[in-house]
Structure formats: structure tokens, C-alpha cells
């Protein structure tokens, strides 16, 4: 809807997801064959496309359309995940018709069962259903993981299936020297688009299946997404595919853990791994270094103007004009976005620095935690073992990495190139609201509820959509409406937006 008709006061964020018609693709394909461009191999594809366009009036030409089916935030007088689709319609929101409420699991199978076999009728796509706690103050109850909310799970259908033959078996080296065999197939149309090759993961996946170079397969797109082998059909190949006995990009012999199905390269200047561990480095989720993408690696590499994370930073106007295909503007604007990446958090680098099992979320805990990579860097095993969600596997990785002479080369080399190694303080004064649960409702003066929400995390404490017994404050801006009523009749102390900044010592 353009407008929402008895909207809520103050920001109101409803979530959803951005789809096409099957109808639609068909037409939008004909169009783009009519002006010679390409076609889009399914509805799924065809959404992100045109969401990802740079110019917005082709994005504003596709028949895009939207289904809510989440709640973000906002003083709504709802209590559960049904009212609050029943809201969405009243406002005018499309709404996934097919749906349902039950308090029994035999209900949800059922369901599940008998929903298979009619959508394939919708004009949409469906891949399957989630599965959804109604309850608001239930939700909250179970929490989230650092991925995914603990009261939602989806239930997959069957992926799409079909068959072709094994070209070849080739190894690919990740940046963690991890060998990868990769099957390369005779191209199949699956699901709406063609694949042509799939991951095998391991020696032990290929020893499972028993397939061989030549053999018939069944492949599947697991989620409607990523190719999957899934069993072999017909035995038509004779030579066994066994590990390498040298790294296929070096040849440097290779390493296998007893313990472990992985085979490694442990040679660290082995060229595969250097270019995964600085695409990695250069990525959005780590120093976000936009222009610097695999053509433009590639490119680097072969030039030998970088061989290791700190070389990017020292690459000058005349390196990139050296470039196939770099002029002055591509070239400056590659600097400058180099130059940007300095200022990154910590969390941004830890991450980049391709830490065995420190992912995106453990290195913003290392981050707070340590506030600055010497500290962390200097930290005892038993000081990384005590930081929530750190296990013991991953404080010994983080361990060994600080104590690897090579890695602590490197830190020193982008010391010297003048990158942070400095957290931003989030407790600005103390973590005054640590362990309490805050709500806020109406419309705010001086930040936008998000703001505000975001403010309360940043001195410990959590924002809810909604109040309960457990919660510490309620928030109250102007015209607050069902969430202020609750408050006040569970005796849940209420702030104004003045109390609450004077209680963080901002005002």
C-alpha cells in the first residue's frame, strides 16, 4: 500500500519477501528476448535481479510484488504472529493465503503433506513452509541465535532432481588449504537453470557415493539453490578417484589429520590459497573493498603487485593504470575505497584475517571483548576460553593464530600501513543496563525507534517488542498507545525519552 490506513503511531517495520509471479517471469521473458536481452531461468532469480538493479526505474518496470510475513517492530496491538498478519491485511499488505493455526504437531504434518501436492497450483513458487510459534511473548521467551530466531523453522519439500554424466573431478584449494573435489557435469536444465558442476565436499562424500569420472548421477538444487549428487545410476567410468598426493596449485605435498575427512595444503604461500584468503580479506562482510573483485585480483596477482593482505595497501594510481581496463576514475575510486577500509572496526578485521572458525559474529565477541587487537592478541588461552560462545576448539585456533610468526608479521606490516586496531566503545557508560529488557513505544523526538533500540544494546540491555512482568522500562514517546496501557497495569516503570537519556548520562 501507498498509504496505511490506522497505522500505528512512530515507526511501524513490516518484513517480507520480494517475489514474482510464474505468470509474470513468462513475460518479462518475453520482453527481454524482444530487445535482445538475457532471460531470467526462474522466478527466484528474476526478483533478485531486479532488486539488485542500479538504476531504479528498471526495478520500478518489473512486476515485483510483496508478501508480509514478519513483524520488525512498532506499537501494534497485536500479541501474536496471526494478529499481526490479520493487521497487514486490514492495511492493505499482501498476505501468503495459504496458512493455518494449530497447537498440534500431527496438524503441522499433515498440513505439510497435503500442501504438496496443490502448490505446484499457486503463481508463485513455493520451496516449502516455516513453521511458526504464534505467541509474541513465546518468541521472545526462546530468543535467537547469532543466525536464526529459535521460534521459526522452515520444512523443506524434496528438491528437483535430474540426471547427467561426470566430465571430470577437479580439486579446488580454499584459503584454508582445505582440497575440495568438484564435479564437473554435462550441463542439465534443474529446477530452471542449468548446472554444470557441483562441490563433492570430501573424499569420504566421493568413497560414499562411489562415483567415478563417466558415471550417470541424479543431482538435485538442495533449497531450490545449490547443486547436490545424489547417487549414482549407472557405473560407466573404471578409475577410482583418490586423493592428490600434491596440492594441485602448488605441488606441495599433501596433509591429512588422522581425525579429519579434509585433505590440506599446508604450504603457505601456495598461490590458490593466497588468492582465496585476499578475496576473503577484501569481501563486503570483511573490509568491504568494493572494485577489488576476482577479474581485478587475478589481475593483481598476475602482476605479482600483491602476496599478501598488507600489499593491498600499499598499491599506488600507477599500479591499477598498469591494468587491463583501468582508467584514471576506476582507478581512483579502487584507492579511495582501499583507503576507506582502514577505518573498519576491529570486529571487520579479525574477521578478514581468515582466523580458522571465526566467523563474522565470534569476531564482534572478540572484538567487544578485547576492545583492541593487541589485547586480544596477548591474550592467555584461559582469557579466550572465557568469552561467551568460545569454545575450546575455537580459543586454541585463535591461540595458535597469535603465536604464529607469520600472522604476527602481518599484523606489524598493517600496523605500519595504518589500518585500526581498535573496537568502537559501545558501553559509553558502563553497561548500565545489562541484563534488562527495555520497550519502546509512540513516536521518539530526538532518534527514530531503531535508534533508540540500537542505544539501549550499546549499554547492555535488549529491546522487545513487547511488555511483560520481566520487562525493566518502557519507553514512552508521543501518542503511545496498547504497549504504555500494559505497562502501566503490570507496574512496569515508564520513561520518557528526556528520563531515558538522562539514565545513560547522554543529556
Not at 579511495?336 to 580458522?356: N, W
Amino acid at each position: 500500500p501507498q498509504k496505511i490506513a490506522n497505522a500505528p503511531a512512530g515507526l511501524l517495520e513490516v518484513r517480507g519477501e520480494v517475489y514474482l509471479d510464474k505468470k509474470d517471469l513468462a513475460a518479462l521473458n518475453e520482453r527481454q528476448q524482444l530487445k535482445g536481452d538475457n532471460i531470467f531461468a526462474n522466478t527466484r532469480n528474476a526478483a533478485a535481479g531486479s532488486l539488485r538493479q542500479k538504476d531504479p526505474l528498471i526495478t520500478a518496470q518489473r512486476p515485483l510484488k510483496f508478501f508480509a510475513h514478519s513483524f520488525g517492530t512498532g506499537d501494534i496491538a497485536a500479541d501474536s504472529f496471526s494478529g499481526f498478519i490479520d493487521l497487514c491485511k486490514s492495511w492493505g499488505f499482501s498476505v501468503c493465503p495459504v496458512r493455518t493455526k494449530t497447537t498440534l504437531i500431527s496438524d503441522v504434518i499433515r498440513f505439510y503433506n497435503q500442501f504438496d501436492s496443490s502448490r505446484h497450483q499457486l503463481p508463485f513458487d513455493v520451496d516449502g513452509l516455516v513453521v511458526k510459534v504464534n505467541r509474541f511473548e513465546d518468541q521472545r521467551v526462546l530468543g535467537v541465535t547469532a543466525k536464526s530466531p529459535r521460534w521459526a523453522i522452515a520444512f523443506k519439500y524434496p528438491a528437483p532432481q535430474a540426471t547427467t554424466t561426470v566430465k571430470n573431478i577437479i580439486f579446488s584449494v580454499g584459503r584454508s588449504g582445505v582440497i575440495t573435489p568438484v564435479a564437473e557435469l554435462e550441463p542439465v536444465p534443474c529446477a530452471g537453470v542449468i548446472i554444470s558442476n557441483t562441490t563433492l565436499h570430501n573424499f569420504d562424500e566421493i568413497k560414499r557415493l562411489g562415483v567415478r569420472v563417466g558415471d550417470r548421477v541424479i543431482i538435485e538444487r538442495a533449497g531450490e539453490v545449490i547443486p547436490k549428487m545424489v547417487k549414482v545410476v549407472e557405473q560407466l567410468g573404471t578409475q577410482e578417484v583418490l586423493p592428490p598426493a600434491k596440492c594441485p596449485s602448488c605441488g606441495e605435498p599433501v596433509y591429512k589429520e588422522p581425525d579429519e575427512v579434509g585433505y590440506y595444503c599446508v604450504n603457505p604461500s601456495c598461490p590458490a590459497q593466497l588468492r582465496a584468503r585476499l578475496l576473503h580479506f577484501a569481501s563486503r562482510g570483511a573490509m568491504d573493498i568494493e572494485g577489488l573483485g576476482d577479474v581485478v585480483m587475478d589481475k593483481l596477482l598476475e602482476s605479482q603487485y600483491v602476496t599478501d593482505f598488507a600489499d593491498i595497501y600499499g598499491l599506488t594510481f600507477l599500479h591499477l593504470l598498469n591494468l587491463e581496463n583501468f582508467k584514471d576514475k576506476k582507478a581512483q575510486n579502487l584507492l579511495d575505497s582501499i583507503e576507506a577500509s582502514k577505518q573498519k572496526p576491529l570486529s571487520r578485521l579479525l574477521f578478514a584475517l581468515g582466523i580458522a572458525f571465526v566467523g563474522a559474529k565470534t569476531a564482534e565477541i572478540l572484538a567487544d571483548r578485547f576492545r583492541t587487537l593487541d589485547a586480544l592478541k596477548n591474550a592467555s588461552l584461559a582469557e579466550l576460553q572465557s568469552v561467551p560462545d568460545v569454545g575450546e576448539t575455537v580459543s586454541q585456533s585463535i591461540y595458535d593464530f597469535f603465536h604464529s610468526q607469520s600472522a604476527l608479521d602481518q599484523i606489524e606490516k598493517l600496523r605500519a600501513a595504518g589500518l585500526n586496531f581498535t573496537q568502537p566503545k559501545k558501553e559509553l557508560s558502563g553497561n548500565i543496563l545489562e541484563g534488562k529488557t527495555l520497550v519502546f513505544t509512540g513516536e521518539l523526538k530526538t532518534m527514530t525507534r531503531t535508534e533508540a533500540e540500537r542505544l539501549a544494546k550499546e549499554y547492555g540491555g535488549k529491546a522487545s517488542g513487547s511488555v511483560s512482568k520481566k520487562t525493566a522500562y518502557v519507553v514512552a514517546g508521543e501518542a503511545a498507545g496498547t504497549k504504555l496501557k500494559k505497562a502501566q497495569e503490570l507496574g512496569v516503570p515508564v520513561l520518557t525519552e528526556e528520563e531515558f537519556l538522562k539514565l545513560l548520562g547522554r543529556i
